[in-house]
């Protein structure tokens, strides 16, 4: 157990040491303070877990966590020339969607679960950590991926035809609204 918690910690601190602004900001509170930016950094995670918990506007909380840093990462993925950092946004959102219409159903029974908003935050956190067992990665090819491939065909059927509903009527819309402002300046 010592073995494996030591992976972590080395782990946490070879990425508290890598160069950006999480180093630059924890860098200066190492300096002021005389503590190392280890203990810092698992205080700040501490603090914001009991929040979790227990503070108001968790909920808030957790998914600026789960939609920030994800959201900036994207727009960036999106401007580089590499594929592959797209095809990992891509599946985050699509699992956080995913996520975002079971938890429409299931929130008034969640959310009185204490520790419902640091479960989601874990998980969250987990799908956009950048480790080889990324939980988007996972759960879109153990859950999301399978259940695709056996109904993908059925899907993009319905999907056509909503598409093809959804254009008639809304052609349909914009003739109807084209003539009514034809009426209306034929009547001034």
């Known amino acids: 157990m010592t073995a494996f918690l030591e992976q972590y910690r080395a782990g946490l601190e070879k990425a508290l040491n890598e160069p950006g602004v999480i180093n630059d900001l924890l860098a200066k509170a190492e300096q002021r303070t005389g503590v190392k930016r280890l203990y810092i950094a698992l205080g700040m995670i501490g603090v914001i877990a009991i929040y979790l918990t227990f503070g108001y506007g968790a909920q808030l909380l957790c998914n600026s966590i789960g939609f920030v840093y994800p959201a900036y990462a994207s727009v960036r993925a999106i401007e580089s020339d590499k594929k592959d950092d797209d095809t990992k946004w891509l599946t985050y959102w699509t699992v956080f969607a995913f996520f975002s219409i079971i938890e429409f159903f299931s929130d008034i029974l969640l959310s009185w679960f204490p520790l419902y908003w640091l479960a989601k935050c874990i ?34 059927k319905i999907v056509g035809e909503a598409t093809n509903t959804a254009s008639k009527l809304l052609s349909q819309g914009l003739d109807i609204t084209q003539n009514l402002v034809k009426n209306a300046n034929k009547d001034d």
């Not at 879109?140 to 109904?151: A, G, M, Q, S, T």
């Open 123 to 156: 998980l969250l956190v987990w799908c956009f950590a950048p480790i080889s067992w990324n939980g988007s990665a996972v759960i879109y090819n153990r859950v999301i991926r399978p259940r695709y491939l056996k109904y993908n065909t059925k899907l993009d």
